[in-house]
């Protein structure tokens, strides 16, 4: 019932930025998990980001291979969360999908891992030219 539109993908130069939103319909997501997941053709979904919700609050963790250059946040209030891109690499083409949680909080490890999550946007495609 839960839905999730992504949006803000497009093309890019190498070393440029990029800010995707994800806007949820049915919920506010004000205090559950949320992720962005990525997949390259001929690649499987990958983490990418995840803002992680517990009774300590929110902890961010990335995947090595985009950390220190994207950032994940959420405004409650719009139902919607960004994942802000810079310096843009050509390996960072693909399609880029946000997800939601309906439980709580299990592991920090969890989140890294698709099956975590229980609501999927369609997807918006980044490129980034060399």
């Known amino acids: 019932q839960v839905q999730l539109v992504e949006s803000g993908g497009g093309l890019v130069q190498a070393g440029g930025s990029l800010r995707l939103s994800c806007v949820a319909s049915?919920?506010?997501?004000?205090?559950?998990?949320v992720g962005w997941f990525r997949q390259a053709p001929g690649k499987e979904r990958e983490f990418v980001a995840a803002l992680i919700i517990s009774w300590n609050g929110g902890r961010t963790t990335y995947a090595d291979s985009v950390k220190d250059r994207f950032t994940i946040s959420r405004d409650n209030a719009k139902n919607t969360v960004y994942l802000q891109m810079n310096s843009l690499k050509p390996e960072d083409t693909a399609v880029y999908y946000c997800?939601?949680?309906?439980?709580?909080?299990?592991?920090?490890?969890?989140?890294?891992?698709?099956?975590?999550?229980?609501?999927w946007g369609q997807g918006t495609q980044v490129t980034v030219s060399s």
């Open positions: 049915g919920r506010t997501f004000s205090s559950r998990t």
């Open positions: 997800a939601g949680t309906s439980t709580g909080f299990n592991s920090y490890r969890s989140y890294t891992q698709g099956r975590a999550y229980d609501y």
